[in-house]
């Protein structure tokens, strides 16, 4: 236990555990024997070649990477990403874009992979994705789809799910594309009051999905309908239990698969779906998405740490203690306690508080806390920084058998934007970037920056919103100086991945 504290306080003293990240989680990122599932890369659709990701994970120079005059993503979305100062070799933030054309399932069996009946679109080296509105479109439904994954103690999970968390999405939505597709163009709100229902508008009862979607009221094989429960699912929420299936399915799948590929460490998920004239922004760990309209910001997802999911930890820790092995108490106190003070009172914080109250000190409270740290130093078990995410299967307390999987969760939190309640100009856009980014600037600072930035372009030039995301990652990093990288107001720069989006919001009100 002792080594497992020295290494927890190397940690907060801003020390880097080896093979680890400014999300801690050192441990597991071992070699191994077997083959990996997809080689390490820089996105797809960047189109980099071997000798530009080499020249790419240069930790002195830190080059901005930025999409080709060449290439385009859907909607002119802008991109730029840089490594980080030598934290660990390889950059591991991942991302990727496609456009999504979502079929019905054929047949009774699916098979994703072979028998798919959805035609998933290219990375669009020239954007010709975006003339698939029109292409078939009583047959589907084509989708937007964006992403970033931070990686920690190796690069494995980032890449997979970069690869494959979208086929997965496709898999969920697959289910419910008929309903989609027949549903009228506002479908109600997950959120809050249920709007009143335009004429012709289907909503999936539970009724209905009880008899397999078949019958209704009235039907002679319908017992009478005291006995069920009409509640009306909105579309939307159709589309977040999607959004929520699909990561779960993902982590499964990276669960089983590391058996057979090394599959190293895990990653933060934050993915952006557009379906239908909405935005689904969907965020599991502590990347951040905001929308910047006429210079406002709107927060579009909150970031999972130990600080901010401490209740839901330490409630699982009451709940099943044998998941703290002994060696942790779930309980937070301000500061470690010494065992001279037994039998003194000390402050506590237990699951079912947000306040703090005073006990006893006993044996037990003798433990090392569940969560520990503050701000970016916060750590569950003395080992990982960020509480959802996919992968970290394998992921145990420093020189113990104690895992660390148990306590975090794949879910995201989904938040809805709908783009056909508002007008949108050439500047207004949505922002997702990795923590690299968040660290160093503020919601407001980028928001300014992107205010000042963006009106000085061409609005004609395609480019103008990667230079948007290189300007971003640019102000994040800074420039080397004797005391290391700075920015604005002599402040330290980020020494994390930086990764960013800028992705323009009026294209999707041309496309709604
Ligand atoms: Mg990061």
Known sequence: ?????????????????????????????????????????????????????????????RPILILKETRRLPWTTGYAEVI?????????????????FIKKKTGVTFTPSKNSSVKRRS???????????????TDGITCHYWSLFDGHAGSGAAVVASRL??????DQLQDIVDILKNSAVLPPTCLGEEPEQPPGHRTLTRAASLRGGVGGPGSPSTPPTRFFTEKKIPHECLVVGAIESAF??????????????????????????????????????????????????????????????RQRLQYLGFMQPHLLGNEFTHLEFPR????????????????????????????????????YGEGKKARVMATIGVTRGLGDHDLKVHDSNIQIKPFLSPAPEVRVYNLLQYEHGADDVLILATDGLWDVLSNEEVAGAITSFLPNCDPDDPHRYTLAAQ?????????LKDRGWRISSDRLGSGDDISVYVIPLLHGNKLS
């Open 1 to 61: 236990m002792l080594s497992r504290v020295k290494s927890a306080v190397a940690n907060f003293m801003g020390g880097i555990m080896a093979g680890g990240s400014e999300h801690g989680a050192g441990a597991g990122a071992g070699g191994s024997d077997l083959p990996l599932r997809f080689p390490y890369g820089r996105p797809e659709f960047l189109g980099l070649s071997p000798d530009e990701v080499e020249c790419s994970a240069d930790h002195i120079a």
């Open 165 to 170: 968390l979208q086929h997965r999405l496709v």
């Open 123 to 137: 990375s669009l080296p020239n954007g010709e994705g975006l003339q698939l509105k029109e292409n078939s479109e």
């Open 336 to 371: 470690r306690v010494q065992r001279k003070e037994l039998g003194k009172r000390i402050l506590y914080r237990d699951f079912n508080m947000t306040g703090w109250a005073y006990k006893t000190i006993e044996d037990d409270d003798l433990k090392f806390p569940l969560i």
């Open 248 to 309: 779960r399915a993902m982590d499964l799948q990276i669960e089983r698969e590391r058996k057979t590929y090394n599959i190293s460490g895990g990653c933060t998920a934050l993915i952006v779906l557009y379906m239908l004239g909405k935005l689904y922004v969907a965020n599991a760990g502590d990347s951040r998405a905001i929308i910047i309209r006429k210079g406002d910001v709107t927060p579009m997802s909150s970031e999972f740490t130990p600080e901010t999911e």
């Open 84 to 100: 980080n100062a030598g934290k660990s070799t390889h950059n591991e933030d991942q991302a990727s874009c496609e456009v999504l």
């Open 471 to 479: 300007d971003l990652v640019m102000r994040a990093r800074g420039v």
